[in-house]
């Protein structure tokens, strides 16, 4: 949760206000302070860092929807900047200590800024597909860039998943068969299959047909989430993230 609400949170900061009605980023926020309060109460029971950083994020998240219902587009981005941050914090700080070398130790850093890009820009791209139901006059501008966005953090990805796995066989040698099967799923639906979204969300937009790019936006984000939620369980496995 904490990594989709980083992403989400940086997507919807990067989207330009001009163009985008501010219904949109009062709205989403709301499904920040959703996610944020989610993961506070799936933290019960643990220690108050990890209760107190998504109730702070959750809170943020609130605020930052009071803001852009005043149309206070300024304090409205910082308020996304902090739920990213703070997010980005949780992933790194409620880690367990690493015991891995220095290149794998750094790639697991990496690991929830890359996923969570992946799905915070999927996901992000997707509502704002949506929303323009609700305000069809918005420039088709800021979904493409959007897609573009999701395109390259799924390039970025793909480099650090590949140096991952290439490190893991290059050390351990060829995963099991089962595992290789997983790690197949993982990249023809994260990866691979979330590449030929963005193209083909991106054609679409050409037309334009926005519903269509959105209905396509959808499958992203079944693929995204399947191909992460299998990197995640690899990666309870594999000593690189891949």
């Known amino acids: 949760m904490f990594r989709l609400s980083f992403g989400l949170a940086v997507a919807m900061a990067v989207t330009p206000a001009r163009q985008v ?4 980023f009062r709205v989403h926020l709301y499904v920040l302070m959703g996610l944020n309060v989610l993961a506070a109460l799936a933290a019960a029971g643990g220690d108050s860092l990890q209760i107190g950083l998504p109730l702070v994020a959750a809170a943020v998240s609130y605020a930052g929807s009071v803001f852009w219902l005043y149309e206070l587009g300024a304090p409205g981005k910082a308020a996304l900047a902090i739920v990213a941050a703070l ?30 890009l992946v799905l915070g ?17 918005m420039k088709i501008d800021p979904l493409d860039r959007l897609v573009v966005w ?17 490190l893991e066989v290059a050390q351990f040698g060829t995963p099991s068969t089962q595992q290789l099967l997983l790690v ?24 334009p047909n926005t519903q269509s790019a959105t209905g396509l936006l959808y499958v992203g984000v079944i693929v995204t989430f399947v191909g992460e939620l ?13």
């Open 121 to 137: 820009t999927t996901l992000a791209a997707m509502l704002l597909g949506h929303w323009y139901l609700n305000s069809p006059t």
């Open 230 to 242: 299998t990197s995640l369980l690899l990666s309870g496995e594999f000593r690189y993230p891949v």
């Open 184 to 207: 197949t799923l993982r990249w023809m639906t994260g990866l691979v299959g979330a590449g030929i979204v963005v193209f083909l969300t991106r054609a679409t937009l050409r037309v």
């Open 21 to 24: 009605t501010s219904g949109y």
């Open 87 to 116: 997010s980005l914090a949780a992933n790194w700080i409620l880690a367990p200590p690493s015991t891995l070398p220095p290149i794998a130790s750094l790639l697991h850093k990496l690991d929830p800024l890359a996923g969570g």
């Open 150 to 166: 999701m395109g390259l953090a799924i390039a970025a990805r793909a480099a650090l998943c590949g140096l991952a796995l290439g």
